[in-house]
């Protein structure tokens, strides 16, 4: 129990000091004298904690999204009923903590604290500075901090005396194990219409409209907003507009070094922290190790070596020595500013030069697409003004901008509808608004007129006349292989009737190209040579079992796959257990609310 114990106080060490760094305690103001959102017996939840805890879910959730998580967005997911619901468990297990005297001693309390990396100095020790200021910089007091690492280290060592212990019974740990570890072998006939006895009939016209009628639903256009619009698009103005050969010139000069690339290398660079320990890599790598064993020695992975294509200039006075290589290998020891350090080139990519007569064509699109943005930028005025005064949609086309309608909704293929700024403009816009001017995402105007409401309505038959024929081609077919395929299993012998292919061995997991994902499941509920037809989107066949392998009772991966079942069965069995004695102390001890507070914290944060 003492190795569990001292890692459940490590976990909750690390966890209040990423607490304090990532949220800071910059929550004040709550409410005046209020100063916790509620209590678990005696144990209070201050303000400032469920403010931090808020704060680092979403920062969580946005970095491994990549987009900003709003706290309106979370409530969306009752991430914030979660946050609460983690430190009414906190504070049941101190409040439970406390009732039964369990605490920890000062020299417990001084050794986490000193094997804390965040308090570490230059020297990777602790320091007894660095954590006057860390604790400074977020707004705590020695005390405070200890008092609460106190706190959480004996609500650790509750944790792990209500979950420890618990060993996985055999009897699950075979079941599961037989379950998981069983194997199958299969046939699979996969039918298409070569398979066929006939191919598909075209079509008649009959067989279309009542394909179309049945139907009906597919080929019926959305409702949708029919809007009049103007609009000046710098990619339709740019090929009227004249090229200028002197600015052309002036470009190509001016982005020169994407046109004439000089040869560049791939290189990867190891750097060592001192000579002596760059010469005995390259004399390893010399005798005939890899430069992967040196770079994963040194705890790095590849891409943290990787400098991509480089130029001699890039490399100090490593790149001769690079250069000059023909055909990849490892040069070095050279000095770089980091320290002496292996180089190593993957490849070489030749010079490469875009003469101007080459690139005349694309400079000039971008030229004249450059000069088409500025000309409309221009006039937007203009256009706002002419709207002022009272213009339509229609006298903006006297001016130069294009006119058309167009049906909007989630079904419209015009370019127009592509501009985000041109389809919410649609959506927004209400009967008898005055036009106005918006811009495009690409330096393009536009303004529109909502004419009418469009009802959803069918799409007369000759318009969808090609898609009604794949429709009732693709319907067709599959009956008929359906048909063919409940011939084959009633056969048995699927090789009379197409290509079969066998599979030895599969487990519950795994997955066949091209079958849909219901068919794994259904061949391990099937008994040995039964045969069954497997249907899913654009997919008929036929399977046949063709045998049971139960798991494997001896071996290697037989005691892994047996270990990491028990050891998945007593996390999972600790778990409960916590889980239920938290809830157990939370509501012996009584749990408060104060829905006012939780409100201030939720005003204070975006």
Same mark, same amino acid.
């Not at 305690?25 to 017996?41: D, E, N, P, Q």
């Given at each position: 129990?003492?190795?569990?114990?001292?890692?459940?106080?490590?976990?909750?060490?690390? *966890?209040?000091?990423?607490?304090?760094?990532?949220?800071?305690?910059?929550?004040?103001?709550? !409410?005046?004298?209020?100063?916790?959102? *509620?209590?678990?017996?005696?144990?209070?939840?201050? /303000?400032?904690?469920?403010?931090?805890?808020?704060?680092? +879910?979403?920062?969580?959730?946005?970095?491994?999204?990549?987009?900003?998580?709003?706290?309106?967005?979370?409530?969306?997911?009752?991430?914030?009923?979660?946050?609460? @619901?983690?430190?009414?468990?906190?504070?049941?297990?101190?409040?439970?903590?406390?009732?039964?005297?369990?605490?920890? *001693?000062? #020299?417990?309390?001084?050794?986490?604290?000193?094997?804390?990396? #965040?308090?570490?100095?230059?020297?990777?020790?602790?320091?007894?500075? /660095?954590?006057?200021?860390?604790?400074?910089?977020?707004?705590? /007091?020695?005390? /405070?901090?200890?008092?609460?690492?106190?706190?959480?280290?004996?609500?650790?060592?509750? $944790?792990?005396?209500?979950?420890?212990?618990?060993?996985?019974?055999?009897?699950?740990?075979?079941?599961?194990?037989?379950?998981?570890?069983?194997?199958? !072998?299969?046939?699979?006939?996969?039918?298409?219409?070569?398979?066929?006895?006939?191919?598909?009939?075209?079509?008649?016209?009959?067989?279309?409209?009542?394909?179309?009628?049945?139907?009906?639903?597919?080929?019926?256009?959305?409702?949708?907003?029919?809007?009049?619009?103007?609009?000046?698009?710098?990619?339709?103005?740019?090929?009227?507009? &004249?090229?200028?050969?002197?600015?052309?010139?002036?470009?190509?000069?001016?982005?020169?070094?994407?046109?004439?690339?000089?040869?560049?290398?791939?290189?990867?660079?190891?750097?060592?922290?001192?000579?002596?320990?760059?010469?005995?890599?390259?004399?390893?790598?010399? #005798?005939?190790?890899?430069?992967?064993?040196?770079?994963?020695?040194?705890?790095?992975?590849?891409?943290?070596?990787?400098?991509?294509?480089?130029?001699?200039?890039?490399?100090?006075?490593?790149?001769?020595?690079?250069?000059?290589?023909?055909?990849?290998?490892?040069?070095?020891?050279?000095?770089?500013?980091?320290?002496?350090?292996?180089?190593?080139?993957?490849?070489?990519?030749?010079?490469?030069?875009?003469?101007?007569?080459?690139?005349?064509?694309?400079?000039?699109?971008?030229?004249?697409?450059?000069?088409?943005?500025?000309?409309?930028?221009?006039?937007?005025?203009?256009?706002?003004?002419?709207?002022?005064?009272?213009?339509?949609?229609?006298?903006?086309?006297?001016?130069?901008?294009?006119?058309?309608?167009?049906? $909007?909704?989630?079904?419209?293929?015009? @370019?127009?509808? !592509?501009?985000?700024?041109?389809?919410?403009?649609?959506?927004?816009?209400?009967?008898?608004?005055?036009?106005?001017?918006?811009?495009?995402?690409? !330096?393009?105007?536009?303004?529109?007129?909502?004419?009418?409401?469009?009802? &959803?309505?069918?799409?007369?038959?000759?318009?969808?006349?090609?898609?009604?024929?794949?429709?009732?081609?693709?319907?067709?077919?599959?009956?008929?292989?359906?048909?063919? =395929?409940?011939?084959?299993?009633?056969?048995?012998?699927?090789?009379?009737?197409?290509?079969?292919?066998?599979?030895?061995?599969?487990? %519950?997991?795994?997955?066949?190209?091209?079958?849909?994902?219901?068919?794994?499941?259904?061949?391990?509920?099937?008994?040995?040579?039964?045969? %069954?037809?497997? +249907?899913?989107?654009?997919?008929?066949?036929?399977?046949?079992?063709?045998?049971?392998?139960?798991?494997?009772?001896?071996?290697?991966?037989?005691?892994?796959?047996?270990?990491?079942?028990?050891?998945?069965?007593?996390?999972?069995? =600790?778990?409960?257990?916590?889980?239920?004695?938290?809830?157990?102390?939370?509501?012996?001890?009584?749990?408060?609310?104060?829905?006012?507070?939780?409100?201030?914290?939720?005003? @204070?944060?975006?």
């Amino acid at each position: 129990m003492a190795t569990k114990k001292s890692k459940t106080m490590s976990v909750v060490v690390w *966890g209040i000091v990423g607490v304090m760094v990532v949220g800071g305690f910059g929550m004040t103001g709550l !409410g005046g004298t209020v100063t916790s959102i *509620g209590s678990v017996g005696s144990q209070k939840i201050e /303000t400032n904690t469920y403010a931090r805890a808020l704060q680092q +879910e979403l920062q969580n959730i946005s970095q491994q999204t990549g987009q900003p998580m709003t706290l309106a967005q979370a409530q969306q997911f009752g991430l914030d009923q979660q946050v609460r @619901q983690r430190l009414i468990s906190a504070a049941a297990l101190a409040d439970e903590a406390d009732r039964i005297g369990l605490s920890v *001693g000062d #020299a417990t309390l001084a050794q986490e604290i000193r094997s804390n990396r #965040a308090f570490s100095g230059t020297a990777g020790q602790f320091d007894r500075d /660095t954590y006057a200021m860390v604790l400074r910089q977020n707004g705590l /007091t020695e005390a /405070t901090f200890e008092d609460s690492l106190r706190t959480d280290i004996a609500r650790g060592l509750l $944790v792990g005396a209500t979950a420890g212990g618990f060993t996985a019974p055999a009897a699950l740990t075979d079941t599961l194990y037989n379950f998981i570890g069983e194997r199958r !072998g299969f046939s699979l006939l996969r039918l298409t219409e070569a398979d066929l006895a006939e191919p598909i009939a075209q079509p008649t016209d009959a067989d279309l409209q009542a394909f179309y009628d049945a139907h009906i639903a597919d080929f019926t256009a959305p409702e949708a907003r029919r809007v009049t619009y103007a609009a000046l698009i710098p990619e339709e103005l740019a090929p009227t507009l &004249p090229v200028d050969d002197a600015a052309l010139r002036a470009l190509y000069d001016q982005r020169i070094d994407e046109f004439v690339q000089p040869e560049r290398r791939l290189v990867e660079r190891l750097v060592f922290p001192d000579q002596a320990a760059a010469d005995a890599a390259k004399a390893r790598i010399d #005798a005939g190790e890899s430069f992967e064993t040196i770079v994963a020695e040194r705890g790095l992975e590849l891409m943290d070596v990787d400098m991509g294509d480089v130029a001699p200039a890039d490399l100090g006075e490593a790149g001769d020595a690079v250069f000059a290589l023909a055909e990849p290998g490892v040069v070095g020891p050279f000095n770089s500013n980091f320290g002496p350090a292996l180089f190593r080139m993957n490849g070489v990519l030749a010079a490469h030069e875009v003469t101007f007569d080459e690139a005349r064509e694309d400079l000039a699109t971008e030229y004249q697409l450059d000069t088409a943005r500025r000309e409309i930028g221009a006039r937007v005025q203009e256009f706002e003004d002419a709207l002022a005064d009272g213009a339509t949609i229609e006298d903006l086309g006297d001016m130069g901008m294009r006119i058309a309608t167009v049906d $909007v909704s989630d079904a419209t293929e015009d @370019q127009i509808a !592509g501009y985000p700024a041109f389809r919410n403009a649609a959506n927004d816009a209400q009967q008898g608004d005055f036009p106005e001017i918006f811009q495009l995402d690409d !330096g393009g105007l536009a303004a529109l007129r909502l004419d009418e409401i469009v009802p &959803p309505a069918p799409i007369p038959l000759d318009q969808v006349r090609d898609r009604v024929a794949e429709g009732w081609r693709s319907e067709k077919l599959h009956e008929a292989l359906a048909a063919r =395929a409940a011939e084959a299993q009633a056969d048995g012998n699927l090789n009379a009737y197409g290509l079969v292919d066998v599979t030895q061995q599969i487990a %519950r997991d795994g997955t066949v190209a091209g079958a849909p994902d219901t068919m794994i499941p259904t061949l391990f509920t099937m008994d040995q040579g039964e045969v %069954r037809t497997i +249907e899913g989107p654009e997919f008929v066949g036929v399977l046949r079992l063709d045998s049971i392998q139960p798991a494997a009772t001896e071996g290697e991966a037989a005691a892994a796959l047996k270990g990491a079942i028990s050891a998945q069965a007593e996390d999972s069995l =600790a778990n409960d257990a916590q889980t239920l004695f938290t809830q157990a102390v939370a509501d012996q001890a009584g749990i408060r609310l104060d829905q006012a507070a939780i409100d201030a914290v939720h005003a @204070q944060i975006p």
